[in-house]
């Protein structure tokens, strides 16, 4: 889906106070992120910060025997490599692009010089961090307590909210591999929205019919998540 | 809330004996320069935290940072208000209270005090004077904010995909080394509630280990007996977790 990219399409940059957009912007390079493509594994040395604007990456935790569950999911909200800013000079998850589209990044240099400013470049990744942290231990609970049709719910919303579109291009292999689950139980939830008429899926798009009463099959970690998220972050100025 | 029964007692050992394992204090104090320790330090009031004390509540507000020197603090992740899951614990390596590194002053976890003993304590906004003080002490911090969300992380992939007797090794050991001893009581609620399974999965692991003699437990009382053969049964999250810690905070 080309169309024009610009930095504001990202939540965090489009925080930014005009000072502070007038150093970082210039040095921001636009990305293309591909379906399945991987920005870093985990032990990489950490380059750079993405900030997606309307592509979704997925954070995944990777066991010794490859077995993977996703962490978290970052889109147009936030940013991928806070570790940069912790001191972690590596990183300890594996991202992967989940919905392709554009990022902007920045240097872990330029990054760190901006942040030692300690303005609202700083403070906004700080508190987008403790969105972050929410979400991690959300999605760990929900993953130990909550059943794979109320998990692929949670998970359709967190994406969808971060792509402002009703579509998703996805494989049933790849939503597995992010909830940690068998594709058999994956093509089952999906099968019982789709009779439920909540969603349509064919040859790997997912569109969401009728999203209130998605929201109402998902467990509650949809919302706490959400809500935080939004009691973290600036509301959206209006383009 | 919760408000079953729950019960985890360090067993503490004659002053003696006690005095002589006690551990040297606070690690994420004790990296840091003398004078910005000394500042810090100066500003903390020791406490004496009790068993199953809820030091901070899921949303509450935070009042004060916890710099634990020989009890230990669980981290604790609920939904539908009945179910739970122990997403990090912080004894003497750590602190609580790192959402106020983040600028946010409401915690997103319950802290329950699982391990009875002493910390420092310090008032939250006097907290964030030294933060902005002490370049060294907001360097060491974040460092250690970055390993706890590994161990975030990592908790969510184990809580889905190891066994039950896999997890509950790793939990004691990680128990073991933040109440410095090889006993602590503690009952199979507590643990069905910390690890997030069922009470009958809890004893069929916990009577397995018994049977392999690498633990002894009875009336609530755990010991471990062979802690190399624990490390053996244990995931490779409990290593895996001390390692990044070493290599993290070094």
Known sequence: ?239 | MWAGPLRVRAIFMTPRIAAARLPPGNLLLAGLPDVDRRRLIARCEPVELELEEVLCEEGARIRHVYFPTASFISLISSVDKSSFLEVGLVGSEGMLGTSLLLGVEVASLRALVQGAGPALRIDAAQFLRELKRSPPLRKRLDSYLHVLMTQLAQMAACARYHLVEARLARWLLMTRDRAHSNEFLLTQEFLAYMLGVRRAGITRAASTLKKRRLIRYSRGKMQILDERALEAVSCECYLDAAQMYNRVMA
């Open chain 1, 1 to 239: 889906m080309p169309g024009i990219a610009f930095p504001q399409q990202n939540h965090i940059l489009d925080a930014l106070p005009p000072d502070e957009r007038g150093r970082v912007f210039p040095h921001l390079k636009l990305v293309t992120l591909p379906l399945g493509a991987v920005l870093y594994e985990a032990g990489d040395a950490l380059r750079h910060i993405y900030f997606p604007t309307d592509s979704i990456v997925s954070l995944l935790y990777v066991l010794e025997d490859g077995s993977s569950t996703e962490i978290c999911v970052v889109g147009n909200d936030g940013a991928i490599g806070v570790a940069l800013f912790m001191g972690g000079e590596t990183t300890t998850s594996r991202a992967i692009v989940q919905s392709a589209g554009s990022a902007y990044r920045l240097t872990g240099r330029r990054l760190k010089q901006e942040f030692e400013r300690q303005g609202e470049t700083m403070h906004i990744l700080l508190r987008y961090t403790q969105a972050l942290i929410t979400q991690m231990a959300q999605t760990a609970v929900c993953n130990r307590h909550h059943t794979v049709d109320q998990q692929l719910a949670r998970w359709l919303l967190l994406s969808l909210d971060r792509l402002s579109v009703n579509t998703l291009s996805m494989t049933q292999e790849l939503i597995a591999d992010m909830l940690g689950v068998r594709r058999e139980g994956v093509t089952d939830a999906a099968g019982k929205l789709q009779r439920l008429g909540v969603i349509t899926y064919s040859r790997g798009t997912i569109t969401v019919l009728d999203r209130k009463r998605l929201e109402s099959l998902s467990c509650e970690c949809y919302s706490v998540v959400k809500r935080e998220t939004d009691r973290l972050l600036p509301a959206r100025s209006v383009h």
